[in-house]
């Protein structure tokens, strides 16, 4: 009897100590917001970096801590110097009364800081001179909450600043009011509408026992003022752990609507709750994508990606009406939000496509919000911002944005105006990179003979609307040419004979700057004549850009994602452009590796001359999946993705541009990527977790499963698409879009024959599919 109680007593006690084991893993669970870390990526590889933003997904009031000037890795900088308030700062210091920011600045240490999507901690030293202040801050749609934990002084102190053309007000012993215009790059075709005014109203938990402003150099009394430096520092006296709480309300329509976004959003003093509402909606927006398996290091990687990839466009849209930077004036929103802060050259590859996947509603609202511009201004941008068009890099990618959710089905706004809008940028407006004006002689080359031409060799630039970042005619020819190409599958759908008749010839002009001698994409001068002595790998001087953008022709030869087919047949058939690809990943610089840097420093994230780091390579690696070889596509991206893709400050291969560089990842880690923005299709690489569930807009639920899937087993060996068998390396968004599974069989040695048949590659302009 004594045996078999202790036998039971031993099995309850294993019993409790499973049962509490599998509690504490429950209760240590993490969520997928927890798995975000802000600081990847704060040191830029060779440009810039990252921000560790909190705010909400596609928010208005972005926030991050404002450091050291001119410290371009902002992860090393040394000191802060605020927190947004609006269009100025913030910073709470025990340091001696001053009119100069920079006296206020405080030492900050990453060892004592939390950063999230939706929280930010930090101890702003003193230097040593006795205890820090406590920072912390959350964000709503439209306003900002800051609280501060002070030691004890007699002269602790709030201080908010203003730089250039700014106003600012107090309102009472604990509000304050102001504003700053902000110079947008608006085109010469945009409305002359003026600059845009960014407002706040600032409230603080308690009031000073004084309070004074400056403008310029000189402390005075409290009020009003106007200026280029203007602030306002308080004086209190705090005991030890003292907390002082700032909420913020921000707005584009004036200081009053900013006042009722803050009490609309924070109507009360509940810093917890408005942390926690943002974290949950962070959680819900993350959520849209569940994976399983992979590491801790991948994960943290993906759900960072995938955050990044949510914050833009940003939604300006304050109780129901929204101020257009496009001609100046305050609209109804009329039941659909209007966006802004876009970057359609980065973003129209894959951030936008991904985003269509988990909101295509949201999607439909920004390309209302196109709509809405090109009413307001005449043209479509490019790079719309709160003040309107900047002139920002080339083509007009606004056509891909569009014909990209049409295709897709998502079709909640005027397709006619939408296609009037695409026409007219793609008849009407110049091709010149970082230029938004009427056509020029140039264009009609372009028109006329299909190229956009470059300087001959020799020949000097005698054309006035040529900016500082030259012609990049190889880059602009290939880049209208898929341009024209959206424009041609809108007009064919919507069955405009003549229209559809005009770009699909157009859609062929990457054609004509092919040299068949050179195998290359190559300059032509207006003489049709090709540019002598082109370097495919050092031309076009400073980031190529007499000819190219950014990038050497090695990459853009490959830039023609509309009619894939078409290029492979250009270069000779299958064997030669798998032979080309192969090589773009192992060849050398010609030169130094930091003089091909010096100049190509958009060229991060290097494997031979394929750039991870900038756009133009993104579906790059997807191409053999075209071409007969899709264990090539699977075996790159998994390359790319374990070396230029990590956990800590060096974590991005290059700019993050707005959340493009991210979204690749978030793509090529569920194992799909789309190659061409405008046919609703993915091409199959290879994912890196046993599960990925997306949740679609519509409630749908599409999953990938990668059956035996590891760092070594990357191969597919066999595929199922919606319980039917998949011997293709693609599939289309009809697919996904009510739901279904696609399953990997995974492997670690490559299976050639899947995928390799000529009928087996995704479709391309010139096959008619």
Excluded at 65 to 79: E, M, N, S, W
Aim: aromatic share 12%; charged share 25%.
């Amino acid at each position: 009897m004594v045996r078999v109680m202790t036998c039971v007593v031993r099995k309850c006690a294993a019993g409790l100590a499973f049962t509490a084991v599998v509690a504490s893993a429950a209760l240590a669970q993490k969520e997928p917001v927890d798995y975000v870390k802000p600081d990847i990526g704060g040191i830029g590889l060779l440009l810039t970096a990252t921000q560790p933003y909190v705010q909400r997904p596609h928010g208005m009031a972005r926030l991050a801590p404002v450091t050291t000037p001119g410290i371009v890795d902002r992860y090393l900088a040394d000191k802060i110097y605020g927190f947004p308030v609006g269009p100025g700062l913030l910073m709470a210091s025990t340091a001696e009364e001053s009119t100069r920011v920079a006296d206020y600045a405080a030492d900050f240490d990453h060892d004592f800081e939390t950063a999230t999507p939706y929280y930010f901690s930090t101890m702003l030293e003193s230097g040593g001179a006795g205890e820090g202040i406590k920072a912390e801050f959350t964000a709503g749609q439209q306003a900002a909450y800051y609280r501060f934990t002070f030691p004890a002084n007699h002269h602790a102190h709030l201080v908010v600043s203003l730089e250039k053309s700014s106003q600012m007000e107090v309102m009472g012993r604990r509000a304050v009011q102001g504003s700053q215009r902000i110079d947008g790059a608006v085109g010469k075709l945009a409305h002359p509408a003026g600059a845009t005014t960014e407002y706040f109203y600032a409230e603080a938990s308690r009031a000073p026992e004084d309070a004074a402003m400056w403008t310029g150099d000189r402390l005075g009394d409290t009020g009003k003022r106007a200026g280029d430096h203007i602030g306002l520092v308080t004086d209190m006296t705090t005991h030890a752990g003292e907390v002082v709480e700032v909420r913020v309300g921000i707005s584009y329509i004036s200081a009053e609507q900013a006042k009722k976004n803050l009490e609309r959003e924070i109507p009360e003093w509940t810093f917890d709750k408005v942390k926690e509402a943002a974290r949950a909606e962070w959680n819900k927006a993350l959520g849209g994508i569940e994976v399983e398996g992979g590491t801790e290091k991948q994960r943290a990687t993906f759900y960072t990606a995938l955050y990044r990839s949510l914050g833009r466009m940003t939604d300006i849209t304050e109780d129901g009406k929204y101020f257009s930077g496009y001609d100046g004036k305050v609209h109804a929103a009329e039941g659909h939000d209007f966006y802004v802060d876009d970057g359609l050259w980065d973003t129209y590859r894959s951030m936008h496509p991904l985003q269509v996947i988990l909101d295509a509603k949201r999607q439909e609202d920004m390309v209302r919000s196109y709509i809405r511009m090109y009413e307001q201004s005449g043209w479509l941008p490019a790079f719309p911002s709160v003040a309107g068009d900047q002139e920002v890099m080339i083509g007009h990618h606004a056509a891909a944005l569009i014909l990209d959710l049409y295709m897709k089905g998502y079709r909640d706004f005027d397709v006619e105006k939408a296609y009037a809008a695409m026409k007219k940028n793609a008849t009407e407006t110049t091709l010149l990179p970082w230029n938004r004006g009427p056509v020029t002689d140039l264009d009609r080359v372009y028109f006329d003979k299909g190229f956009f031409p470059a300087l001959a060799k020799g020949e000097t630039e005698s054309v006035a609307a040529v900016t500082g970042e030259r012609r990049q005619a190889v880059s602009v020819t290939l880049e209208a040419s898929y341009d024209d190409w959206c424009v041609y599958q809108l007009a064919k759908v919507l069955g405009k004979t003549e229209d559809a008749a005009l770009f699909e010839k157009r859609a062929h002009n990457f054609e004509n700057v092919f040299n068949k001698e050179t195998g290359f994409m190559a300059p032509r001068s207006a003489d049709g004549k090709w540019v002598a002595d082109f370097d495919p790998k050092l031309g076009g001087g400073q980031g190529g850009r007499d000819y190219t953008t950014e990038v050497d022709s090695w990459l853009y030869s490959f830039h023609v994602q509309h009619d894939v087919n078409g290029l492979i047949r250009l270069m000779g058939g299958r064997d030669k452009f798998n032979a080309r690809l192969d090589r773009l990943f192992v060849e050398q610089y010609g030169t130094s590796k930091w003089t091909f840097l010096g100049q190509f420093p958009d060229s991060t994230g290097l494997v031979g001359l394929y750039a991870q780091g900038n756009e133009p390579s993104f579906h790059i690696p997807y191409l053999y999946d075209f071409s007969g070889e899709p264990w090539k596509t699977q075996k790159r991206v998994r390359q790319l993705m374990d070396v230029w893709y990590g956990d800590g400050p060096l974590g991005i291969p290059g700019d993050e541009d707005g959340g493009e560089t991210s979204s690749w990842y978030v793509f090529s880690a569920m194992g799909f990527y789309p190659v061409c923005p405008g046919s609703p299709t993915y091409e199959i690489g290879s994912p890196i977790f046993e599960k990925s569930a997306l949740r679609l807009g519509n409630g749908k639920v599409f999953t990938i499963e990668a059956h035996g899937v590891s760092a070594r087993n990357k191969y597919i060996q066999s595929a199922q698409l919606n319980g039917r068998v998949l011997n293709r390396a693609w599939f289309s968004h009809a697919d996904m879009a009510e739901g279904g599974t696609l399953v990997l069989e995974m492997g670690d040695l490559p299976n050639i024959q899947w995928g390799n048949g000529v009928g087996d590659a995704p479709p391309s302009m010139s096959d008619g599919r």
